[in-house]
Nanobody, 124 residues
Framework: QVQLVDSGGGSLQAGGSLRLSCAAS????????VVWFRQAPGRDREGVEG??????YYQASVQGRFTISEDHAMNTVYLQKDNLKPEDTAIYYC???????????????????WGQGTQVSISS
């Protein structure tokens, strides 16, 4: 059984940086694709950035500000977030599945495994 633990959230002012971590355990073949989602108050959950081998997927609003990376030795996927904006305020979740599928990389119903979420709050 795959288990994911999110961490690294916090409260800070606009322009700051945070690094979120998604620590994984369980069968590696079941978690080749990892995507960070977020859910802001009153809004639907949306995909932010994903990683699948050498492939990277991202939402346009975070391009150039967020970077996803993976440390295989640590079984951890990171989301480095720079130049944070108030609109980045949300609960961030990592999710995993066997493979990312092109344009459907952020389709939530495809993901079997989810972290518990970590709150990020950005003030102006």
């Amino acid at each position: 059984q795959v288990q994911l633990v999110d961490s690294g959230g916090g409260s800070l002012q606009a322009g700051g940086s945070l690094r979120l971590s998604c620590a994984a355990s369980g069968p590696t073949d079941s978690r080749n694709c990892v995507v960070w989602f977020r859910q802001a108050p009153g809004r639907d959950r949306e995909g932010v950035e994903g990683i699948y081998g050498r492939e990277r997927y991202y939402q346009a609003s975070v391009q150039g500000r967020f970077t996803i990376s993976e440390d295989h030795a640590m079984n951890t996927v990171y989301l480095q977030k720079d130049n944070l904006k108030p609109e980045d305020t949300a609960i961030y979740y990592c999710a995993a599945r066997i493979a990312c599928i092109g344009d459907y990389w952020a389709r939530q119903e495809n993901f079997s495994y989810w972290g518990q979420g970590t709150q990020v709050s950005i003030s102006s």
